[in-house]
């Protein structure tokens, strides 16, 4: 087995970066308890995933005094542990909290399913959603977990995350924050894995074609000989993919629309720290609101003191902000926005600051997208990738259960030749 990366890190659109001298990641991820088959594989190449993640339970924590909500879900088993949640949750009226019980007790109802899928915004004006509670919390979650604004998000991946979270087990709606760079959570050690079982890693390796022949896959590689394989998965990004295959197999990858997500690292004092490991903030871009949530990264490592990492997802650039100093412009309103949130002028003034925008972060996860099948129907040919057909939107657990879904077709389809 070969594993050929064109890039000269493992990771794809989920790896760490140096920035002068200094190992970030290209973005800020959470991980759901529901996440089983990532927490499998973690395990399986020599992972402990309490000693990589932190384990919080499910919350919705807007910093004291922002007029957002305060709710955490009670250590009990499902589904008491959000009922007793939604009746502490302070921030909110009675009225809103009777609306998420009724979207919960519906959606169960319903077996978290969809008859015809719709926009999540539509989903909420069907299940008479309060103004506070969509802005509050199911527009965060919306957009926390599809990457998609909830007008044009799918209702039913919606649904789908949220039944495997919320409409199961406690545990599987715990949130898991990384305490180690996103390439010590698992590349490194799968990288490790395929070397101790006889396989190779080539990094740079770029792929510039795939022919099918008689023997087998000709893959050629830019500046290396050619190499025949009698089978190839590709977990390229779906641009590259589409490219790759178009020859053999045309029309297979569709022309997806893409979504944007952006991280704001902000260095303060190390003696500066959040009252908790993370928060989320009232979005508002009128009025030049633009992080979503804020993470204290010292939480989460200490090497890392004084860290805040801001995401934005979805994230469009205003027209005020753009050109060469676009990024310094971007980190100065992500710090204002912190200092008015928690109201401490400290924030106002970081040390440093560092902005990474990933362009095409996820695929648009709109209602009824088509998404390619794993299976290429060319012999020895699989496709892997968070966007292939699935019940999830682009996350790191859809990307997992693709390319094990894609792998279990190989080895299925090889033993009946």
């Known amino acids: 087995?070969?594993?050929?990366?064109?890039?000269?890190?493992?990771?794809?659109?989920?790896?760490?970066?140096?920035?002068?001298?200094?190992?970030?990641?290209?973005?800020?991820?959470?991980?759901?308890?529901?996440?089983?088959?990532?927490?499998?594989?973690?395990?399986?190449?020599?992972?402990?995933?309490?000693?990589?993640?932190?384990?919080?339970?499910?919350?919705?924590?807007?910093?004291?005094?922002?007029?957002?909500?305060?709710?955490?879900?009670?250590?009990?088993?499902?589904?008491?542990?959000?009922?007793?949640?939604?009746?502490?949750?302070?921030?909110?009226?009675?009225?809103?909290?009777?609306?998420?019980?009724?979207?919960?007790?519906?959606?169960?109802?319903?077996?978290?399913?969809?008859?015809?899928?719709?926009?999540?915004?539509?989903?909420?004006?069907?299940?008479?959603?309060?103004?506070?509670?969509?802005?509050?919390?199911?527009?965060?979650?919306c957009i926390a977990a599809l990457n998609t604004p909830p007008e044009r998000a799918s209702a039913q991946v919606f649904l789908n995350v949220l039944k495997d979270s919320l409409g199961s087990r406690r545990s599987a709606s715990d949130m898991l924050l990384p305490k180690v760079d996103l390439g010590m959570l698992f590349p490194d050690r799968a990288a490790d894995y395929v070397r101790r079982n006889q396989g190779k890693v080539q990094l740079g390796a770029r792929v510039q074609g795939i022919i099918r022949?008689?023997?087998?896959?000709?893959?050629?590689?830019?500046?290396?000989?050619?190499?025949?394989?009698?089978?190839?998965?590709?977990?390229?990004?779906?641009?590259?993919?589409?490219?790759?295959?178009?020859?053999?197999?045309?029309?297979?990858v569709p022309e997806f629309s893409y979504e944007p997500i952006q991280t704001c690292y902000l260095q303060y004092s190390p003696t500066l720290s959040l009252p908790q490991p993370f928060f989320a903030l009232l979005d508002d871009p009128a009025a030049g609101d633009y992080g979503q949530f804020v993470f204290d990264r010292g939480q989460l490592d200490p090497m890392a003191a004084g860290l805040l990492a801001v995401v934005t997802s979805a994230w469009r650039e205003p027209e005020d902000q753009k050109g060469s100093d676009a990024?310094?412009?971007?980190?100065?309103?992500?710090?204002?926005?912190?200092?008015?949130?928690?109201?401490?002028?400290r924030l106002l003034h970081p040390q440093w600051s560092k902005v990474i925008t990933e362009k095409r972060a996820t695929f648009s996860c709109t209602p009824a997208l088509q998404r390619p099948p794993n299976d290429t129907g060319e012999p020895g040919l699989w496709l892997a990738g968070d966007y292939t057909a699935g019940d999830y939107p682009a996350t790191i657990e859809s990307a997992v259960r693709s390319g094990l879904a894609a792998a279990r077709g190989l080895h299925q389809s090889s033993s009946r030749t």
């Open 213 to 252: 022949g008689a023997d087998g896959w000709t893959v050629e590689v830019a500046g290396q000989a050619s190499e025949c394989f009698d089978a190839i998965v590709m977990a390229a990004p779906p641009w590259q993919a589409k490219a790759l295959l178009e020859p053999s197999v045309p029309g297979l």
């Open 327 to 345: 990024p310094a412009a971007q980190a100065s309103t992500i710090a204002g926005q912190l200092a008015r949130a928690f109201g401490d002028p």
């Open 1 to 141: 087995m070969v594993l050929l990366e064109a890039a000269r890190e493992l990771g794809g659109r989920a790896r760490r970066i140096e920035v002068n001298g200094r190992i970030l990641d290209n973005g800020q991820h959470i991980l759901l308890g529901a996440y089983a088959e990532t927490l499998r594989l973690m395990a399986l190449v020599g992972i402990a995933p309490a000693n990589s993640l932190l384990r919080l339970p499910l919350q919705m924590h807007y910093p004291p005094g922002s007029g957002g909500m305060q709710l955490r879900a009670a250590p009990l088993p499902a589904p008491l542990h959000l009922l007793l949640a939604l009746l502490r949750a302070g921030g909110l009226e009675r009225d809103d909290k009777l609306a998420i019980a009724r979207f919960q007790s519906t959606a169960r109802w319903s077996g978290w399913t969809l008859y015809d899928d719709c926009s999540v915004s539509a989903l909420l004006e069907r299940y008479d959603q309060t103004p506070a509670v969509i802005r509050q919390l199911w527009r965060p979650l």
